[in-house]
């Protein structure tokens, strides 16, 4: 990776080796959920931990309306053929999946459900990973509001889809928008700028360098009064993830309607791997449920960590590390 730049433009034919990725709303279950090209990244990409930071699965819209696609069960294979292949897969909660809320903590061999992580990096510098609802005052004071302003959000989506293809056909590039609204609505503008401040301050009062986070669908990475926010955008529009070399640089990758993402690929053709467990059927399915190592850590056992291997003991300092 290119030391001199925080954003990385991707070459699909070259694998990326790196020490973390962090990834974000990617909302299962509803039909703009960017999966063939998630599918496209996570070929290439080979880390020690994976980060899915909150909202992976959309559990409003699936209660709302059961809309479930097979190349959805290919991701979730995916992510499973990864963990056994030692990847750590931390998958953190959001708003959208907070049904997973009761499996808090627990470890399903290399897949572990947190609400918060603090993730060292390997030049020892310390971020707080969390979804970032927790940040939004809509969240805590008006359940409701909040789920008629996702409709909302989706039938922006809905138009987006219907006018881009209109500017395909005519030769134009992909434009978004709810982008345009969040960058031009000074409403919006506010509700960002106090949502990074936030977040800025919860990571300040857990005495890290630096916070990640997702939710408000914005990838982004800036210096805020000394703490780093870097926000890893989603899987409906921007395509975006954050990954750490294993010097503990952090860089933004944007991965959205590029030439090279279809490069020797048919559309929508999976590698041979996702092609063999794609329906989700295999009998191997049951013996992985049998196998699963299920673990819950004490309730006083604190903040989740990652990549802290330096750090004493879980027991000696009453926190889990993985």
Known sequence: MNDNQPHLDLNLDEPI????????????????????????????????????????IDGWELKFRWYWRDDYNVLIQKLLRKSRKQTKVIYISGNHDEFIEQFMGMRFGNVTIARQVIHTAADGKKYLVI????????????????????????????????????????GFGYWSLAAYLK??????????????????????????????????????????????YM???????????????????????????????????????????????????????????????RERPTADAGILRVGDEDSRPATADARVQI
């Open 17 to 56: 080796v790196c020490r973390s990725v962090w990834i974000s709303d990617i909302h299962l279950g509803t039909k703009h959920a960017r999966v063939e090209e998630l599918l496209d990244f996570l070929r290439v990409v080979d880390c020690k931990y994976l980060y899915l930071v909150g909202d992976f």
């Open 183 to 228: 960058f031009k609505a000074k409403s919006a503008v506010k509700f960002v700028t106090e949502y990074e401040d936030t977040l800025a301050a919860m990571a300040r009062n857990h005495q890290a360098d630096g916070v990640i986070c997702g939710h408000i669908h914005r990838a982004e990475m800036k210096l805020m009064d000394g703490v780093q």
């Open 131 to 170: 979804h970032g609802h927790q940040a939004d005052g809509l969240t805590h004071f008006n359940h409701l509001l909040e789920k008629l302003g996702s409709h909302l959000y989706n039938w922006i989506l809905d138009f987006n889809l219907y006018f881009n293809r209109l500017r395909r056909a005519l």
């Open 231 to 293: 926000n890893c955008g989603d899987w409906v529009e921007s395509c975006t993830a954050l990954i750490e070399d294993f010097d503990g640089k952090i860089k933004l990758i944007h991965f959205h309607e590029t030439d090279v993402l279809r490069a020797g690929r048919g559309p929508g053709s999976p590698d041979s791997s996702d092609r063999r467990q794609g329906n989700g059927r295999s009998g191997g399915a049951s013996n992985r449920r049998r196998n699963a190592r």
